[in-house]
Structure formats: structure tokens, C-alpha cells
């Protein structure tokens, strides 16, 4: 049988991505940590895609990889469980539940203070979530490098589908919760911002859009 061209890319994201070294098996023999999280629906704002409320239990070791297919190309991030074991825990819920397949990117920044691209939100920038909102996992130490992956928030505790990635930096308050970093594909994103910003403060939706086609996670 022939594999799609999506299964192909992914196996070849894989294959890449085994060179930067996996996490290695916890022994059969000991539990796997967990921890609780707490996921508070806002009926406010209705989820914009059809998607449970995760459940209240998540993994606290280990990573996970979760790779995206993009119109500018693909990318893999390596997510952390035990720096931010629900952040992951909710993340991987939505992929599964494919609320980020064939969705926008609204806005791109690359401006002296910021270099983000976000992403997550249905409708339009920060507009359209997934029913629920979690708090926040910071240690009040956090950076954001070049390839960065975050949750974006409307405030403390508010943290639902959207997230950022950072293309160059952030000079922005610890304030938002890591879920990992990006090791493969970062030219992806030089892509996409040499391809333009639609505001002349760059910072604002990009010329072209933005389309994630498929998420996966491993």
C-alpha cells in the first residue's frame, strides 16, 4: 500500500529529529509521575471547534514531539512534561483532537521588542479557544529564545489553544508557560517572515496567510 504524502513527511520529520536524542523509557517497573490539573470551562466563550475538556490527570516526565505541516513548510517541536506537564498535557489533547488542522496563523511580529509567530486562535487573533482555560505554569524565570514555544494568554490563567513560537526573540515578562522548543524546521519561519507583515509596526497579520494543514504528535 503507498503512504500518503503526510505520513511520508511526518516518518521523515521523525528520522530528523532522532539525531537530537529521545527521552529514554522510564523502567517498567515504576509508576510514571503525574500530576493534577484543573481545566474550568468558560462558556463565555464557547469552543470554537468541536473538543472535550481534557482529563484532570497529566504525564510529569518525559517529552513529546509534536510536528506541524505548513504552507511555508514543516516544523518539529519538542515538548517538555515536567516543565509544564499540563500545558503539554492540554496541547497534545488538542492535537489529538484535531482543533489546530487547518487552521491560521493571524499574526506576525518582528519587531524590536518581539518576534513571534501566533497561532491557536480559530476566528481571529485571540478570538476563538476551546470552551475551557487552565492556569498558568511559570516559575517567574522563564526566557524566550529563538525557537521558543509558549502559550499566549489574555491574562493569568487564561491559557487555552493559542501559543506562540518565537522566530528571532522576546523581550516580554515571564509570564508565559514554555511548553518547549522547536528542533527542526526553523527555517520555516524565516520564511515566513521575510515574506511580510501586513502593518507597518510589524506587527500585525502576514502578507501571505499563514496556514497550518496538519498537526501530529509522537
Request: glycine content about 8%; some cysteine; proline content about 9%.
Amino acid at each position: 500500500m503507498k503512504r500518503s504524502i503526510p505520513a511520508l513527511i511526518a516518518a521523515t520529520l521523525v528520522a530528523a529529529t532522532l539525531t537530537t536524542g529521545t527521552a529514554s523509557a522510564a523502567p517498567a517497573h515504576r509508576p510514571k509521575p503525574v500530576v493534577k490539573c484543573e481545566f474550568t470551562p468558560t462558556p463565555e466563550n464557547p469552543a470554537a471547534k468541536p473538543v472535550r475538556i481534557p482529563s484532570a490527570t497529566a504525564r510529569a516526565k518525559g517529552t513529546v514531539d509534536v510536528f506541524f505541516l505548513t504552507n511555508y513548510g514543516p516544523f518539529v517541536v519538542r515538548m517538555d512534561r515536567a516543565n509544564a506537564p499540563c500545558g503539554v498535557h492540554n496541547f497534545v489533547h488538542l492535537v489529538q483532537s484535531r482543533f489546530y488542522d487547518s487552521t491560521q496563523c493571524f499574526r506576525l511580529t518582528n519587531s524590536a521588542r518581539l518576534g513571534v509567530l501566533q497561532c491557536g486562535d480559530i476566528y481571529r487573533q485571540e478570538e476563538g479557544g476551546p470552551g475551557y482555560k487552565f492556569p498558568d505554569e511559570v516559575t517567574g524565570k522563564e526566557t524566550y529564545p529563538r525557537g521558543t514555544v509558549a502559550y499566549g494568554n489574555q491574562g493569568p490563567g487564561t491559557n487555552g489553544s493559542e501559543f506562540f513560537v518565537v522566530h528571532s526573540f522576546a523581550n516580554i515578562a515571564p509570564n508565559y508557560t514554555v511548553l518547549g522548543h522547536v528542533i527542526a524546521g526553523m527555517s520555516t519561519f524565516d520564511r515566513m517572515v521575510a515574506a511580510g507583515i501586513a502593518d507597518p509596526d510589524q506587527d500585525g497579520p502576514p502578507v501571505k496567510p499563514i496556514r497550518i494543514y496538519k498537526v501530529w504528535s509522537f
